[in-house]
């Protein structure tokens, strides 16, 4: 090299080091400026991922005396939504969940219809007797059904029996017994020649609503319905009952809502707040249409044993030691009898409250991650859910014990809820989901949901959007199992009790969408959100298939059924809380979402193919074709693919591509939202109810839907071929939601 050159290299290496120096000595240099630290502070934070000792603490800090000790406080009365107790219930926890920590806890109130019987124990009470043919009717007392579980005979805040909703009442007529009141139960009847025209109607509770029960009973004909809890549906065979054992004794019956449809009957698709428009009651088709009163199993049997008529057909006797017939009428010493309901409930507005906190989050404030639960329950409700109640009170004290001595704040803001009158129809978080539909679609990161929390202690019941699988099997795998003799995860359990299939040989949970009826409903069907609703569930292998826990919705549903016979320990309350608490931490403080988008393509695939088995055909000859679909399909699986590929590859140093790619991950569980979707609230093209009761197909339930009973003119084809490509174009705008950048121009 000649002299020269030797020169002129010496001075760029010159200039180079002059340079760095420069740049080092600006950020090392006593004389930064203030905002230069926080720009740099900010761009650092923004880059961080999580802090993964925080785990540890979380686990550990979970105190299972602690979650005892809410409950007890929690369940110590009845608090029935819209009652003074509800409202103290909600004051209190906003108390407690401000000196637990959370930065700014509120009331959100919505004013919405509720129903009642008499309340306290001066008014009437809701029953069934039986009466003579005389005029006036003779009432048999011996007959008159319970009105409350005899044990809280005195306690003014327990209700008595009803089902909220019921139109008031009193119809007389011949009785009935129509096993679940299906429709397939009423066409048996009407096929062995029994009218129901007139007649009160007695029903098992489960395989179904009760309000559509009580819809099926009258399109029958009936103008009165009864229901009871078989036991042989509810409690274990051989188990003794409460409160010897925790089966469900024959003094008890379960209460619950009968409305046809979720959500507030006279606000529906909008909040019920103080400016809203309210239907007359009148105009509203979701109340059941005749009289509906629950009657504890004791007074069913003896109903059932003086029933006259044909003896059932198999598969609609129960449990009950007597020979099940279907009547109508009684015979031996009633003959003659009929039965009368007395009815007193009514309906009224009254104004119940979410309970929403939150922890800001300290670099994506404005992304949220949402733990929900209902906090209203028909007696004391220990269970159903004041166990998630308690749950979710300790989860607040753990994380607001972080946030309070300054160890840790969440990236994302963590936002705890508590739901307000569940139990009438979902209508708090129908009302929250309805007024903040915009800003849940876009901010909202996971919605986390808990319902009957600890209703057993043998394995998780669970559901949840396609894309979360992932991360909630990698989160149960780092919480031990309850019992802490197996020496295993709660993952490892779950996969051996309820596995997604038996005869596989690595075995992985049940997992799909949920199909339970609680309050991730208007979420998941109206925004898309992405979810998880889970519980701790008992041993159902004895137990009919119709099963969810002895006490539901009784007054033997309290805390020392809790602490005998579910959860001693308290050690499934611990684990409940540690599954949440480190979902929670996860999907609120992780760098990059733990999503995947792949996921949905199973489902888009199995309900392509049931599409094809079961309506392709018909749809063929009719001249619906359904090529747009198999490629909307393809299209989105192939886009996933590459969206997967593009996440392996992020730049984790770029946080505009990390919040837009995380921004990509939530947006397309919300892209399987069709807003044209006639219902007010179910808009999911995957997995909202079909509606179709005559049709179990698994095939998109939009086609379901318009092909339910077979179109029988040009304009119900027109409405099928309408619905193949709505769900086409929405499955499409999926795969475009998850496309690069130039998606935007369309089809390459």
């Known amino acids: ?108 109130p919505y004013d919405v219809l509720l129903s009642y019987p008499p309340l306290g124990r001066e008014g009437p009470n809701n029953t069934a007797v039986t009466v003579d043919g005389a005029d006036p009717a003779r009432e048999y007392e011996d007959t008159r059904t319970l009105h409350i579980e005899p044990e809280y005979q005195d306690d003014p805040d327990a209700v008595q029996f009803f089902n909220a909703y019921s139109p008031a009442g009193h119809p007389v007529g011949e009785l009935v017994f129509a096993n679940y009141g299906r429709l397939e139960d009423f066409d048996y009847l009407r096929a062995v020649g029994i009218n129901c025209t007139g007649k009160i109607v007695l029903m098992k509770y489960r395989s179904g609503g009760r309000g559509q029960k009580a819809k099926n009973a009258a399109s029958a004909g009936a103008i009165g319905a009864i229901l009871y809890p078989e036991p042989a549906d509810t409690n274990e065979p051989g188990g003794k009952v409460y409160p010897d054992g925790w089966n469900l004794p024959g003094t008890g019956t379960e209460r619950g809502g009968a409305l046809l449809e979720t959500g507030d009957p006279l606000t529906p698709g909008y909040p019920a707040t103080d400016y809203a428009y309210r239907l007359p009651k009148d105009k509203s088709n979701v109340f059941p249409p005749i009289p509906l009163q629950p009657i504890a199993y004791n007074d069913a049997q003896k109903y059932l044993s003086h029933l006259d008529g044909d003896i059932a057909p198999a598969g609609w006797n129960g449990s009950l030691p007597i020979t099940y017939r279907l009547g109508p009428g009684f015979t031996g010493d009633w003959a003659g009898r009929k039965v009368a309901l007395h009815v007193y409930t009514n309906t009224t507005i009254r104004r119940v409250y979410n309970v929403v906190g939150m922890i800001k989050g300290e670099v994506e404030p404005d992304r949220y991650v949402m733990l929900g639960n209902h906090y209203d329950s028909w007696v004391q409700g220990a269970i159903d859910d004041t166990s998630s109640t308690a749950i979710s009170l300790e989860l607040t004290r753990v994380f607001g014990g972080l946030v309070k001595d300054g160890t840790w704040r969440p990236r994302r803001s963590i936002v705890f809820v508590a739901w307000g009158a569940e139990e009438y129809g979902l209508l708090g978080s129908h009302e929250y989901v309805e007024q903040f539909t915009g800003l849940i679609k876009d901010r909202v990161v996971a919605y986390l949901n808990m319902d009957i929390g600890v209703g057993g202690n043998y394995t998780i019941f669970a559901g949840c959007s396609p894309s979360m699988i992932d991360v909630i099997y990698d989160t149960t795998k780092q919480v ?116 995947d988008c792949r996921k949905y393509g199973p489902s888009l695939g199995a309900f392509l193919q049931a599409t094809e088995q079961d309506f392709g055909s018909m749809l063929y000859d009719q001249g619906i074709g359904i090529d747009a679909l198999r490629s909307a399909v393809y299209n989105y699986t192939a886009a996933a693919e590459g969206f997967h590929d593009r996440l392996q ?66 304009e119900g084809w027109e409405e099928v071929k309408k619905e193949v490509a709505a769900i086409a174009s929405t499955i499409q705008s999926a795969a475009d939601v998850i496309s690069d950048v130039d998606s935007i121009l369309g089809p390459s």
């Open 1 to 108: 090299m000649s002299k020269g050159r030797y020169i002129l290299l010496a001075v760029v290496c010159g200039a180079v080091a002059f340079a760095l120096g420069v740049i080092i000595g600006w950020f090392s240099r006593s004389g930064l400026t203030a905002e230069d630290r926080a720009a740099l502070n900010k761009y650092l934070a923004s880059i961080e991922d999580a802090d993964e000792t925080i785990r540890d603490h979380i686990l550990e800090t979970i105190d299972a005396q602690r979650i005892r000790e809410n409950l007890r406080q929690l369940s110590q009365k009845p608090h029935m939504a819209g009652t003074p107790p509800d409202l103290e219930m909600a004051e209190l926890l906003r108390r407690n969940w401000l000196e637990n920590g959370l930065d700014e806890v509120r009331l959100v």
């Open 480 to 595: 031990p199992d309850p019992d802490a003799s197996l020496g295993k995860s709660v993952y490892e359990t779950w996969s051996e009790r309820d596995p997604a299939d038996a005869d596989a040989d690595v075995k992985v949970p049940k997992l799909d969408w949920p199909r339970v009826g609680t309050d991730y409903i208007p979420f998941g069907l109206r925004v898309g959100t992405p979810l998880f609703t889970f519980a701790y569930v008992h041993d159902q292998t004895n137990y009919s298939p119709r099963a969810i826990y002895p006490s539901y919705h009784t007054a033997y549903d309290n805390m020392d059924l809790m602490e005998r016979f579910v959860d001693p320990d308290f050690t499934v309350h611990r684990a409940m809380a540690r599954i949440s608490g480190e979902l929670i931490r996860r999907l609120a403080d992780s760098l990059v979402l733990p999503y």
């Open 649 to 714: 590859a992020i730049d984790r140093k770029d946080p505009l591509q990390i919040r837009s790619l995380n921004d990509q991950m939530v947006q397309v569980n919300t892209a399987f939202i069709d807003i044209h979707q006639p219902h007010y609230s179910n808009k999911h093209v995957l997995y909202s109810p079909s509606g179709c009761a005559t049709n179990s197909s698994a095939a998109f339930p939009g086609i379901v839907r318009t092909m339910c009973d077979g179109p029988v003119d040009d």
